[in-house]
Structures are given as C-alpha cells and as structure tokens.
C-alpha cells in the first residue's frame, strides 16, 4: 500500500538555526513527491515538488528539498529558519499516473524568536 | 481569482444529522478532492474525481458521498453526522498528475 511516512512530530528551534525534516515514502513506480506548509489557522500551501530531473528541488521563502531514491526519501530543508516559519509542513505523494496524493502525518516546527 | 472555495467555514451539528460541505473552483481543474484532517493524522483522503461524473473512495470514505455533476463543483454529503467525523474539511483541486493541488480554506466540522 501506498503510504508517507514523517518521523518527526514536533519540532523546536531558534531563529536563524538549520531545519531538516524527514520524510520516507513506499510507492510502487514513479512517484511525484510535495511539501505543503500550513500557517497557523490557514489552509495548505505548496512549498515544493519534484518529478522527475534534478533530484535537490528548490521550492519557496528558501526551502529546497533532496530526492533519494535509494533511501526512498524527500527530505526538507532550510538553512536558516526564521519566526515566521512556524507552521505545520507536510510531506505527500502520488504515483506519476495516479491522482490520489497521500499525506504523512505532519510536523509541527515553533521557531522561537 | 477565487481558486477553491469551501463553504461553511464553521459548522456545528447534532448525532444523526446530515449535511452537504460545498466545494467549488474556478481553474477548469479536472482532478478534486475531499481530505479530512485529524491531530497527528496529517491529510486522510476521503472522496476524489477525476473529471464530472467520476468520483472513487479514498482512504476513508465510510459516512461520507459525493457526486461530480459539473467540472467546478465537488460537494461532500455527510450522510448521518457522528461524533467520530468531527475534524478539519479540506477540498483540493489539480489540472493534472504533473502538477501540485491547490486547496480551500477548509470548514471545521464539530459533531455533538
């Protein structure tokens, strides 16, 4: 089956420090991979996606985000996180054929000021 | 440029009602879709389309129906309300497999 899977919940930073989250997906075939962000009370906003090409992706406000297929993974990055990155990020996925995109459970990221 | 409009945006109803969640978008997307989000659950997909008059179940599709009559709209019936379907409603809509999904600003369901 397919499924997302994002290890960290929760996670806590100071502004200015680096930010890397997980993100392991099980997908038969080709796969197309996205990072959507949630500001608090606000609905979802893609940061990212990859297809197909180069696998480091650079997506907005400074985010990027490295395909591995051998680790069947996409993790998000960004080297300098600022108060205002505080919301929840989500990892999805959808077979390159399919039209279901499927969501990890989420990680919540508080940078303090 | 409205994009994806859901309505309510707060509802409250009582065990054993029913209720249509109203979706609709402006882009001419072919694919919608209905997710629920709970705590710690991420995005549970419940009904999607691929075009009007095809929908399919998603993950979690159980007390719930849609119906796909015109390209823009993609309303989600709530057959018999219950405690359990208390969540955060999103619709979402794409113009295809190569591109990301826009979503609505949801409609926060509370069943007592």
């Known amino acids: ?113 | 440029n409205a994009g994806v409009t859901q309505t309510p945006k707060f509802q409250v109803l009582k065990t054993g009602q029913s209720m249509t969640l109203q979706c609709a978008q402006d882009m001419n997307h072919e694919y919608m879709s209905w997710y629920r989000q709970d705590p710690g659950m991420g995005l549970r997909l419940i009904h999607y389309s691929v075009g009007a008059g095809i929908t399919d179940q998603g993950e979690v599709p159980n007390g719930y129906n849609v119906s796909r009559s015109t390209t823009e709209d993609f309303p989600l019936r709530l057959l018999s309300a219950a405690p359990s379907q208390t969540s955060v409603y999103f619709c979402a809509s794409s113009s295809g497999t190569a591109v990301g999904y826009t979503f609505g600003s949801g409609t926060r369901l509370t069943v007592v």
């Open chain 1, 1 to 113: 089956a397919q499924s997302v899977s994002q290890h960290n919940h929760h996670v806590i930073l100071s502004e200015a420090a680096s930010l890397e989250l997980g993100c392991n997906y099980s997908y038969g075939g080709t796969v197309n991979l996205f990072w959507y962000v949630q500001y608090p009370g606000q609905h979802l906003q893609l940061l990212l996606k990859y297809f197909s090409g180069d696998p480091l992706v650079k997506g907005i406000k400074g985010f990027e985000a490295e395909f591995i297929k051998s680790k069947f993974s996409f993790n998000l990055r960004k080297p300098s996180v600022q108060w205002s990155d505080t919301a929840e990020y989500f990892c999805a996925a959808r077979g390159a054929a399919g039209n279901k995109l499927t969501f990890g459970g989420g990680t919540r990221v508080l940078v303090k000021p």
